[in-house]
Structures are given as C-alpha cells and as structure tokens.
C-alpha cells in the first residue's frame, strides 16, 4: 500500500517561500520512482486544483498558470520524496495542499491520481 506524508505547510507572509515535502513510505516506496507526483490544493469554498506535477523520472514538469515562475517541484527518488518549493507567495496560494501519485506518463486531474496524502496547510497572510 502506499502512503503519502506532507509536511511544510504553515503560516507566512505574503512575498515569502515555503517548502512542502512529500514522503512516499509503506511497501510501495520501493516503487515511487515509478510513480509520476503531482500536488493538488484546496482553498475553502472552492475545488480541489491542479498545481504542477513531475514525471517518474522527473525529467518532465507540468505547472498550472497561477503558479508558474514561482513554484517549482522536484524529487528524490532515492528518499522517495517530492518537493514543492514555492515563492513569492501570495493570499491566493492559501489552501490546504495534498501531495498524490499516478502510475500514468503524467497527471493533470485529480482523477488520474491513485494515492493521496492527507494534505498540509499553507496560508500567506497578506
């Protein structure tokens, strides 16, 4: 079974960085190089969206619109672990942020997206 732990999130200034990390754990982490990640965020009131994703061997990155120029993700394979750097934050970044993995080329929609993680909050305070 594979098991997904954010961790990161937390409150900060508007302009400022964070870094959520992804740990992919359980029997399947010796698999997450097979697995293309991709993060997801949920403001309240509002849909969970898409915001950029990474392919298995991460030599191919998808961003959301919102997000481009600022956010950037990356992985480790050898620590089965996904990162989401993010700067110059801004109010509208606030949303809790869930880290998911797909055995498909790459992931767009949730729906593509087998395993979930619990999500992290992060809010920029303006």
């Known amino acids: 079974q594979v098991q997904l732990v954010e961790s990161g999130g937390g409150l900060v200034q508007a302009g400022g960085s964070l870094r959520l990390s992804c740990v992919c754990s359980g029997r399947s982490g010796r698999t997450f190089s097979s697995f293309s990640m991709g993060w997801f965020r949920q403001a309240p009131g509002k849909e969970r969206e898409f915001v950029i994703a990474i392919s298995w061997s991460g030599g191919s990155t998808y961003y959301a619109d919102s997000v481009k120029g600022r956010f950037t993700i990356s992985r480790d394979n050898a620590e089965n672990t996904v990162y989401l750097q993010m700067n110059r934050l801004k109010t509208e970044d606030t949303a809790v942020y869930y880290c998911?993995?797909?055995?498909?080329?790459?992931?767009?929609?949730?729906?593509?997206?087998?395993?979930w993680g619990q999500g992290t909050q992060v809010t920029v305070s303006s």
């Open positions: 998911a993995a797909t055995r498909a080329a790459f992931g767009l929609v949730s729906g593509e997206y087998l395993y």
